[in-house]
């Protein structure tokens, strides 16, 4: 579609006279009536009835016309949107499920502080994603990490659990006490191995999907598990405790294809985050 015969459209529905819609566009008359058999012609509809005296709106102009206006609006911003930078970068961030709320928090502060005015779009966690905030064990094969933040596995012992009295727990006290998994979760089998090391056994109560689900099992009572620290930091209905074995954690970062450093401002934010030790929770 060309611009120009939208021009002339619109000058013509306005004005409701060929002549004064030329002179608006600094075109001859005829320029202007050829426009129009034109643009009627693309779009199969007839705008104008002509008279001597003017035109004569009909029925399928009165619908072009915002639309018009609107296209016109948007290609006229376009140089000043530039001249002025107002033109905002996009940048496609993945976010995966379950990192702590205050990290979050805190890398959108970081970055808009490094970076200026972003047009963020947030999805869940893709190839297709500029980069991800994801934990390290969910990188893409052929990304490159960059670590940001280490976060422990901390034992979690609801408010129900006669383990709740003891200062510390022993991996032996964990034995036959109601467990909540999360078999997708990237500490499942270090966390199976506390147990099965020293010869005990878990005694099963669910298994889950994703930490949200296992959080709200251990609001609930339901039974114990080993959760990220700031994951659980400011929830209720359990609380943390020491215990003698072996820590876990796990490590938050960026992922990110070489071809995303092709953008100015996820090249800036990638060398400002190399450079810099932040500390984000």
Not at 199 to 215: F, I, P, R, Y
């Amino acid at each position: 579609m060309d611009a120009r015969l939208l021009r002339f459209f619109v000058a013509v529905y306005e004005e409701q006279n060929l002549s004064r819609a030329a002179e608006k566009c600094f075109v001859s008359q005829p320029n202007i009536s050829n426009g129009l058999k034109q643009l009627e012609e693309s779009i199969g509809k007839e705008l104008f009835t002509r008279h001597k005296r003017g035109v004569e709106i009909k029925e399928d102009a009165h619908y072009l016309y915002p639309i018009a206006k609107r296209i016109l609006g948007e290609l006229n911003a376009i140089p000043q949107m530039f001249k002025e930078g107002d033109f905002k970068s996009k940048i496609i961030i993945g976010i995966a499920d379950s990192l702590p709320q205050s990290f979050k928090n805190k890398f959108f502060q970081k970055a808009a502080e490094i970076l200026g005015e972003i047009e963020w779009d947030v999805r869940p966690i893709s190839r297709d994603c500029d980069i991800n905030l994801l934990i390290r064990e969910w990188k893409f094969e052929e990304h490159l990490f960059l670590p940001l933040q280490k976060e422990n596995y901390v034992l979690c012992i609801p408010n129900n659990n006669p383990l709740i009295e003891k200062e510390v727990v022993n991996i032996e006290d964990l034995s036959g006490e109601p467990f909540i998994h999360c078999p997708p979760c990237e500490a499942h089998q270090q966390s199976l191995a506390i147990l099965n090391n020293s010869g005990e056994k878990w005694n099963t109560v669910a298994n889950c999907q994703s930490k949200n689900e296992v959080l709200t099992l251990l609001m609930a009572g339901l039974g114990i598990t080993f959760l990220p620290e700031y994951f659980v930091k400011d929830w209720k209905g359990f609380q943390i405790k020491p215990h003698n074995g072996p820590q876990n954690f796990r490590e938050i970062g960026l992922s990110y294809a070489q071809k995303s450093l092709k953008n100015d401002k996820i090249a800036q934010l990638i060398e400002y985050l190399s450079n810099n030790q932040l500390s984000f929770i």
